[in-house]
DNA sequence: CCCCTGCAAGGAGGCACTTTCATGTCACCA
DNA sequence: TGGTGACATGAAAGTGCCTCCTTGCAGGGG
């Protein structure tokens, strides 16, 4: 697993796929998306509405989140002509798709937080020595 | 979904779940992280070894991500007594479970890459404009 | 003697991400 | 009239990640 594009004859996974799958991590990986994803998979929301639900996010991020997510077409986004403007956004249903693999990752952190967070002291306390 | 450590009563996940799925996608999220546990699922490697099967990873970012992941109990460092020094590293079992939520990502993203490649290049000439 | 090997560590610098602050427009309300 | 709301945008500043370079120790080989 390599990020460079070459074809590597070795024991391990071809490389275009690490390179394809560190562009979902990549995509999820910034410190919003996921909160977005999570919030806007029970529904539509409005901008503000969930600037409201998203503790701490600015609105600086929630604009930018939103366009990226928008932009690979996990989201789309609905402008209502009203004044001031209104606008939706709603998960797509390729961003619906992604809510399985993402509850795959949260079961099993779910499951192995306790032993992370145990390697963890364990590590320090031995480190610290 | 919010970054708050605060329960709050809405339709959408717990946040503590929210959380909790952050720590393992800023585990493996990091830039080498995920092409570390790739090379390590087809068995233990030396530290050389795995530096010359990832292309472009600068030796302080080896030493420095196999640490996070030993840290968090995701590989085993074993040190033989030998000169030049030789460690083994290796994935543990709880490094293994995680093969099976990545491939999740992996097998999603490989269905969806040229989709979302599609409505990027969409979103950009629309924006372009 | 010099270079290479293995496996690190420290520090400087560059870059990207995020926050903060200010700004914009228009409608509505007290 | 001024403040508020909705939904942005731009710029500056701070922080963190990563690369690059150098260093360290000991053994082996040309």
């Not at 390179?19 to 990549?26: E, G, I, L, P, S």
């Not at 639900?53 to 002509?81: A, F, H």
């Not at 399985?100 to 992370?116: D, F, M, S």
């Amino acid at each position: 697993m390599s990020p460079s594009n070459t074809n590597v004859r070795a024991k391990r996974l071809p490389e275009h796929d690490c390179a394809t799958v560190r562009r979902v991590v990549d995509r999820i990986g910034d410190k919003w998306s996921l909160y977005l994803i999570g919030t806007l998979k029970d529904g539509p929301m409005r901008f503000n509405e969930i600037a409201r639900n998203i503790e701490g996010i600015s609105q600086r991020m929630l604009t930018l989140t939103l366009r990226g997510l928008e932009r690979d077409g996990l989201v789309s986004r609905k402008v209502y002509p009203t004044k001031p403007p209104s606008v939706e956004y709603v998960l797509t249903d390729l961003g619906r798709t992604l809510l399985e693999p993402v509850n795959g990752l949260v079961l099993w952190a779910q499951k192995n937080t306790t032993q992370i967070l145990q390697s963890q002291e364990k590590f320090d306390k031995k480190t610290a020595t």
